[in-house]
């Protein structure tokens, strides 16, 4: 059972590129999350999908997008990196009732030069 | 903004010692209240839930709840090296209809 699965582990970027971030879940989890971790600021809601279908922003959206591709999978996408986004990106699930109990995927290093 | 406040740290206990951890949050309505541990270079993972006043006990961990005054604390006892990890506090703020809210963290050393 591999829970919540991020690809890719790390990356870098020149300022003004592009990427998307993978995330899969299996365990037909409703709720799904976008997370950055930044040094002295704990983990930042970026964007959340409460279920199949729909998407919210969290404290952090600016410079981001998401798709809620099916019940499985959530993606994060940076359409032109900044440095400021430098940061460990963390994907979650959940089961929904009441976004409680987090599983978190592995994590991913992002590096914007 | 709903808050939720945790002392950064290091806190540093000797071997074997009680390590306190504390959190206070500012929305009243606040129902279910975790404990998230994260190791370096590693993904969080939850350790501890409570939802009522009072203590819940699992091991050598305890969480107590004290809604009246709002706050949360974690207490480890007889400490170990492999403790030694990142202490997340979330709490489900707005009576669960919004996602989890994070503290920053308090950083624990356990020291041999």
């Known amino acids: 059972n591999a829970g919540v699965t991020q690809t890719p582990k790390f990356q870098v970027l020149k300022t003004g590129q592009s990427m998307t971030l993978q995330c899969a879940q299996d365990m037909n989890h409703n709720s799904m999350y976008w997370y950055r971790q930044d040094p002295g600021m704990g983990l930042r809601l970026i964007y959340y999908?409460?279920?199949?279908?729909?998407?919210d922003k969290g404290e952090v959206p600016n410079g981001y997008n998401v798709s809620r591709l099916n019940k499985r999978e959530f993606s994060l996408r940076l359409e032109s990196a900044a440095p400021s986004q430098t940061s460990v990106y963390f994907c979650a699930s959940s089961d929904g009732q009441g976004y409680e109990k987090l599983f978190f995927g592995s994590g991913t290093q992002l590096s914007v030069l | 903004q709903k808050e939720v406040e945790q002392n950064s740290g290091p806190l540093s206990v000797p071997e074997g010692a009680i390590a306190s951890l504390n959190c206070t949050y500012s929305?009243?309505?606040?129902?279910?209240f975790f404990w998230y541990r994260q190791y370096s270079g590693k993904s969080p993972e939850l350790i501890m839930s409570?939802?009522?006043?009072g203590d819940k006990e699992d091991g050598r961990f305890t969480a107590q709840l004290n809604k009246a005054s709002q706050y949360v604390s974690l207490l480890i006892r007889d400490s170990q090296p492999s403790d030694s990890a990142t202490y997340l506090c979330a709490v489900n703020v707005n009576s669960g209809n919004t996602p989890l809210v994070f503290g920053k963290g308090t950083r624990l050393s356990v020291i041999a």
């Open positions: 999908s409460a279920s199949e279908g729909t998407t």
């Open positions: 409570i939802y009522s006043n």
């Open positions: 929305d009243r309505g606040s129902q279910s």
